[in-house]
């Protein structure tokens, strides 16, 4: 799996896909870029965009995440 790290914090707007490296030809898998929080509002940085709707901040903020899954809720 490729993966992307995070650029300099924009407002969301911002969008790059994320390409399976290991599928011939490279495909799509998902799109990483920064979002806001659908309950907090806050600027996060989110690995799929599609499916990652809530913060899952690290260093001790609080977060609107709490289960450690891919669902996003
Ligand atoms: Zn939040």
Do not use: Y
Request: with cysteine.
């Amino acid at each position: 799996m490729g993966s992307l790290s995070a650029w300099a914090q924009d407002d969301g707007t911002r969008r790059e896909p994320v390409l399976d490296a290991d599928h011939k030809p490279p495909r799509v898998v998902r799109c990483a870029g920064w979002r806001k929080c659908m309950r907090c509002g806050r600027l996060f940085w989110s690995d799929d965009v599609q499916r990652l709707h809530l913060c899952a901040w690290n260093g001790g903020n609080p977060e609107c995440r709490t289960r450690n899954d891919d669902d996003g809720i």
